[in-house]
């Protein structure tokens, strides 16, 4: 820091603490930081005519880059809809940067491809959570991502070949555990953790759910989620009803132990044997952004999960986990 610039925040700190008391500065102080205090002191009085038109560069170009959030929306057809954050222009650190980059370069040469730009997310006023307890069918269709959705209740000697494709891929998928599964095959489960990916609840003696007491309701619901903690760590946060069978009242169950209901977007329809090509061929032609794609450890899906994995990456998306196609982050920035 030069001596101009020091002696600039030195006098301006302490006039403004001097007369804190009776103003109210000490208060901007304490909030912002003394950081951006002395930000706030040098572009007052210390900043050249060349950094001051190059903030205002970077200000300009920020109103052009903002991007407005998108909220959770209650629909009519697919219920939950996630919101998608917005994007924005951090000005004060892309100005710190630039400053830094600078080295005597004059702010007329800058060109706007030449700011390191740094951005932020704006969460959207409106989440999952404001939405209360609905079941999620997709992710928003503004974010470029899709999920492979297997639940497990059967199907071992397929599991390993399918994790192996996922694992060539570089692709992390959302495995749903039947319970009385998980209890008799407690290293396979470990080696799909092992593996990096997101293991979720699907009841424990695969029932439909919609026919059940509400006490049997919560028992198979709970029951898995402790099960998960014991044997796995993992703290379970989504619930897929067993063959998509639920009604409002599993909803509001799952949402009591903390968990929300997701179903799917496609469905291969694996359990049918269908051919590879026609389960690839499908996904193919349907998905999209925000798609979650339904499937089990079958014969079917063993041969097709390659050639859907292709499928979505010529489309432009990216393959993620449930909870990471759900959430509200974005999957880029600029």
Do not use: C
């Amino acid at each position: 820091m030069d001596r101009r610039k020091l002696t600039i925040i030195v006098v301006t700190l302490s006039t403004m603490l001097l007369i804190g008391q009776l103003s109210g500065v000490r208060a901007f102080v304490e909030s912002r930081g003394q950081a951006a205090v002395e930000q706030y002191a040098f572009e007052l009085f210390g900043s050249s005519a060349e950094d001051n038109a190059l903030l205002l560069k970077i200000k300009e170009e920020a109103i052009k880059r903002k991007v407005e959030p998108i909220n959770a929306v209650h629909d009519r057809v697919w219920k939950a809809i996630p919101g998608y954050n917005g994007l924005e222009v951090d000005v004060d650190q892309t100005y710190q940067r630039a400053l830094a980059l600078k080295k005597g370069t004059e702010a007329a040469d800058w060109n706007v491809n030449d700011i390191p730009f740094v951005y932020r997310e704006i969460p959207a006023k409106v989440g999952l959570d404001e939405l209360g307890a609905l079941p999620i069918y997709r992710g928003n269709p503004n974010k470029k991502m899709v999920s492979f959705m297997i639940n497990v209740a059967w199907g071992n000697e397929y599991i390993t070949p399918m994790l192996d494709t996922l694992d060539a891929a570089k692709v992390k998928a959302t495995f749903f555990l039947d319970g009385s599964w998980l209890k008799k095959n407690p290293e396979l489960a470990k080696e799909i953790q092992k593996r990096g990916h997101q293991i979720e609840n699907h009841a424990y003696s695969h029932p439909n759910m919609s026919q059940l007491s509400e006490s049997r309701a919560v028992l198979e619901i709970s029951k898995t989620k402790d099960l998960l903690k014991e044997s796995l760590g993992v703290d379970n946060k989504w619930f897929a009803p067993p063959s998509g069978d639920f009604n409002q009242k599993t909803v509001e169950i799952a949402a009591g132990q903390g968990l929300r209901t997701v179903l799917w977007t496609l469905d291969t329809v694996d359990w049918m044997n269908p051919s590879p090509e026609s389960v690839v061929a499908k996904i193919s032609k349907r998905v999209e952004a925000g798609s979650l794609i339904l499937m089990h450890p079958t014969k079917a899906s063993k041969e097709a999960l390659k050639g859907m994995i292709d499928a979505v990456q010529r489309k432009g998306l990216k393959l993620g986990t449930v909870e990471e196609t759900l959430s509200p982050s974005r999957t880029t920035k600029p």
